[in-house]
C-alpha cells in the first residue's frame, strides 16, 4: 500500500463530498480506538478549522477517554467532551418498564442504546453546524454487518469503508497514531472487557484473509 496516496485520496474524497453536499466541514465520534482515531487524523488532515471529534463516554473505560485526549493533544484536533451517560440512566428505566429481557440478549439490548445515543448527538453537532457525519467503521467489519443499525453504522459518510482492519493499522502507524491506540484490542466499548474479536468470534486477522482470498 502506497500509504501517502492513500490519504492523500481519504483527504480528497472528504472535501469533494463535502462540497458536493453543500456543507462547511465533519463531525465524527472518537472512542480511543484505532479506526477513529485514523478518521479523526485524516478527517483534521481535509478540514483543518471545521473539523470536530466528540467522546461521548457512557460507562465507558477511563482508559479510552484518557486515549483520545492523547490523540487531539498531539494532532491539535478540535474537540468536545459530551456527557451522555445521564440521558442513558434516565432511558433505560423507561424503555425497561415497557418491556425488559434478561440474559445475553438483554445485556446486548441494553448495550446497543449507547450507539444510539452517540448517532443522536453526532446528527444534533452536525446539523447545527451544516457539518457531515462521518463514520469509523473499516471494510472488514462493514463485510459483516459488525455494528449498530442506527448507531454507529449511521452516518453520510463511511471514510474507511474500503479498507481492511489490517489497513486500517497500517495507516495507523504512516500517520504516527499514538502506540497506546494501536496496540489495544478493539472494542466497540459495548461493556466492560468487551472485544471486537470475541463478539465476532472470529479475528481480524481471519476475516481479513477471507475477504482477500475468499
Known amino acids: 500500500m502506497n500509504h501517502e496516496a492513500v490519504v492523500q485520496h481519504l483527504v480528497k474524497w472528504l472535501q469533494e463530498k463535502v462540497s458536493a453536499a453543500g456543507a462547511k466541514g465533519v ?8 479506526d477513529s482515531a485514523v478518521a479523526a487524523v485524516i478527517a483534521k488532515k481535509a478540514f483543518p478549522e471545521n473539523c470536530m471529534a466528540l467522546m461521548m463516554p457512557c460507562q465507558s473505560p477511563v482508559d479510552d477517554i484518557l486515549h483520545s485526549q492523547i490523540l487531539v ?10 456527557e451522555i451517560e445521564n440521558a442513558y440512566n ?9 418491556i425488559k429481557i434478561d440474559g445475553v440478549d438483554g445485556k446486548l439490548l441494553r ?4 450507539p444510539r445515543l452517540r448517532m443522536i448527538t453526532l446528527y444534533y ?6 457539518y457531515l457525519v462521518v463514520g469509523t467503521s473499516n471494510k472488514s467489519e462493514i463485510s459483516i454487518g459488525y455494528s449498530t443499525k442506527h448507531g454507529d453504522g449511521a452516518v453520510d459518510l463511511q471514510l474507511l469503508g474500503d479498507l481492511l482492519k489490517k489497513e486500517v493499522y497500517e495507516l495507523a502507524e504512516y500517520l504516527e497514531i499514538p502506540d497506546v491506540i494501536i496496540k489495544k484490542p478493539p472494542s466497540a466499548g459495548l461493556w466492560q472487557d468487551q472485544t471486537d474479536e470475541d463478539e465476532m468470534g472470529i479475528t481480524y486477522q481471519q476475516l481479513d484473509k477471507y475477504l482477500e482470498t475468499g
Do not use: C, D, H, T
Not at 29 to 34: F, K, R, V
Open 111 to 114: 448495550a446497543n442504546i449507547k
Open 125 to 130: 453537532s452536525a446539523q447545527a453546524r451544516n
Open 73 to 82: 493533544a498531539k494532532f491539535a484536533i478540535p474537540y468536545r467532551m459530551v
Open 27 to 34: 463531525v465524527l465520534g472518537l472512542s480511543g480506538g484505532i
Open 90 to 98: 434516565v432511558l433505560l428505566p423507561q424503555f425497561e418498564s415497557f
